[in-house]
């Protein structure tokens, strides 16, 4: 049987590869400060991805012949106020990690965002100049650039904001406004910040379809849906039968940030729909 190692398997999307890994492969997902957050069905390993030698013993015990690099310093605002520490995970501890996959012949996939462009000249292509505006976004780039270096049979999948309820405490946009709203409080969101809405199952398909397809370069991977997360807030509230949820919209420039939100990062994903994946034309809840 086939060997995937997943790390980040207690984040988001870690969380939704483990629930769809194929019956064939066997997947062993690693953690590092949040067990509780694994599907009660994985198999798991604790790992600090910074440490070297504990990721080099990680690869050698378990052998595997592809790697899913999930775990990331995933959020802009932290990324943005601590350079140092979340580049030492997306970008340095990225690159050793694939240095390691390239000399034990392993496939190594990255999982990049859609945060490497601009946000000026929606729809984007894999083709089109990746300018990150934050952070978040420059550490993404730096990493992809690094392993495309190291290893040009990498796959690295730049994913859209992605959604779903995924395991506990695991948060992402629709897991927020739902909480918000159970709690009686009003959810803010931007009328002209726009993205390709990602189911998190999705997300997984999307990666193992590039696993089972054996396929290299980048790639983008997005929902159908273009919208606003005003838009999209209002969908979860009428899809989820909440209609005394209040919604506040509010726009970009009205709101200080601490990192640098692109407007509209809505994803052509001409590229992956040629080896047959479907972006979803309803919102998957």
């Given amino acids: 049987m086939k ?3 997943v790390t980040g398997a207690s984040g988001f999307l870690g969380w939704y590869v483990i629930q769809q890994a194929p019956a064939d492969w066997r997947v ?6 949040n067990p509780n957050r694994l599907p009660s069905k ?29 775990a ?4 802009p605002s932290f990324c943005e106020a601590n350079q140092q520490e979340s580049s030492a995970i997306n970008v340095n501890a990225s690159t050793t990690l694939a240095e390691m996959c390239a000399e034990r ?4 996939f990255f999982s990049s965002s859609e945060q490497v462009y601009d946000g000026e000249f929606a729809p984007y292509n894999e083709l089109n100049q990746p300018i990150p ?14 392993i495309q270096d190291i290893d040009a049979a990498a796959t690295i999948v730049r994913f859209a904001v992605m959604y779903g309820q995924a395991g506990l405490g695991i948060k992402n946009f629709l897991g927020q406004c739902l909480e918000t709203w159970r709690q009686g409080e009003p959810v803010t969101a931007f009328e002209d910040e726009i993205r390709s809405f990602l189911p998190g199952k999705l997300a997984a398909e999307g ?40 919604i506040t919209s509010k726009s970009q420039k009205d709101v200080e940030m601490v990192a640098f939100r692109p407007q509209n990062l809505t994803l052509d994903m001409g590229k992956i729909q040629d080896i047959g994946f479907v972006p979803n034309s309803v919102p998957i809840w």
């Fill in 207 to 246: 990666l193992f379809l590039l696993l089972k397809k054996d396929v290299s370069g980048i790639f983008n991977v997005g929902g159908g849906l273009a919208m606003s997360r005003l838009d999209f807030a209002k969908l979860a509230a009428e899809h989820y039968q909440l209609p005394n949820a209040i």
């Fill in 105 to 108: 012949k392993c496939k190594f």
């Fill in 3 to 5: 060997k995937i190692l």
């Fill in 133 to 146: 505006q934050n952070e978040y976004g420059r550490q993404k780039l730096a990493a992809e650039q690094a």
């Fill in 28 to 33: 062993v997902g690693t953690w590092h400060h």
């Fill in 72 to 75: 990331a310093a995933s959020n």
């Fill in 42 to 70: 994985s198999e798991a390993v604790q790992l600090d991805l910074i440490d070297r030698d504990a990721t080099w013993n990680c690869l050698k015990a378990i052998q595997p012949d592809a790697v899913f690099h999930l």
